[in-house]
């Protein structure tokens, strides 16, 4: 394939099937060829670490057959080919992820326990590879606090104005604009400002609320004004809040196509791949798909 493929992982489940409809959708839009991959898991008792995964077997494999009967009658794009692996998912999945240009599972598979909200792999899978993951939720997932929106298609981005992640809103800016979505740009800042005095000191100044949010705007504003320069069909909405960002952006996720977020950098003082508390936040609650995206190779490491 000379264009990278879309890949849907599947196990069967409910969660993958609903992951397997979002990835061919993507597939379309982004004129992408569709691979599906079922990953046989090792027994229970095989090291991930050195049975990492297998060759693929030409064995019967109930599971793509069950995913070939669904697809039969696709008309049109994307072009399917299914591969059936042998290994630890939570090590396959992400190692997948060196030739695609996205990755996209359901929330929970067939494994684990029922009452967990995101399964090992999808964390593994969001956390380790190297394209971008997107991350289906059950249906029904609810979502408080959120504020009226008007209707139409919407794809949601954090910002963090401290540190902006451009990587993130280049991917963001482009999947809106493959959907014909506005983009809602989410940019929260901390409050109350914590202040440091000691006795005999003067006391700080009042910050104004208003002020600090009519700041945190114009930052957002300049900070995504070249990815508007490049994407002017994209219709942008700012959303400037106090308080915690994971907790705006469950609720902006409410019938949002889309939520975006990035993953995070390693830190010259924790060099293993990670993902900050907001992403694992937004995983575990959003309502509406996530994307996680990887920093730029050369963003991989920075100091603290």
């Known amino acids: 394939m000379s264009t990278p493929p879309v890949i849907a992982a599947v196990d069967g489940s409910e969660g993958s099937l609903r992951a397997l409809d979002w990835a061919v959708t993507a597939a379309r839009l982004r004129e992408a060829p569709l691979r599906v991959v079922h990953v046989r898991q090792y027994a229970h008792w095989a090291q991930p670490e050195v049975l990492a995964a297998g060759p693929p077997t030409p064995v019967d494999d109930p599971v793509l057959d069950e995913i070939r009967a669904r697809l039969r009658n696709l008309t049109g794009p994307p072009a399917v080919e299914y591969a059936g692996l042998e290994g630890a998912p939570g090590a396959v999945l992400p190692e997948l992820g060196t030739t695609a240009q996205l990755l996209v599972l359901g929330s929970r598979g067939r494994g684990g326990f029922a009452g967990l909200i995101l399964g090992s792999n999808g964390m593994a899978a ?28 919407r794809v949601v981005v954090g910002l963090h104005t401290d540190s902006p992640d451009e990587v993130t809103l280049g991917f963001a800016f482009a999947e809106a604009g493959r959907r014909g979505a506005r983009l809602q740009v989410v940019a929260a800042y901390p409050w109350p400002l914590g ?19 009519r700041e945190t705007r114009t930052l957002a504003e300049g900070l995504t004004a070249a990815h508007r320069g490049r994407h002017p069909g994209v219709d942008v909405e700012f959303t400037v809040l106090a308080g915690d960002a994971a907790g705006h952006l469950v609720a902006a996720s409410r019938d949002a196509a889309l939520v975006v977020v990035g993953r995070h950098r390693r830190r010259l003082l924790a060099p293993a791949r990670m993902m900050g508390s907001v992403t694992q936040a937004v995983l575990l609650h959003a309502a509406s798909p996530v994307a996680v995206v990887p920093p730029a190779p050369d963003q991989t490491t920075e100091k603290e």
């Open 126 to 153: 969001a956390r380790d590879a190297e394209c971008p993951v997107v991350v289906v939720p059950p249906p029904g997932r609810e979502v408080h606090d959120s504020p009226p929106l008007a209707p139409g298609p």
């Open 195 to 213: 202040t440091w005095t000691v006795p005999g000191d003067f006391p700080p100044p009042m910050i104004d609320p208003d002020a600090v949010a």
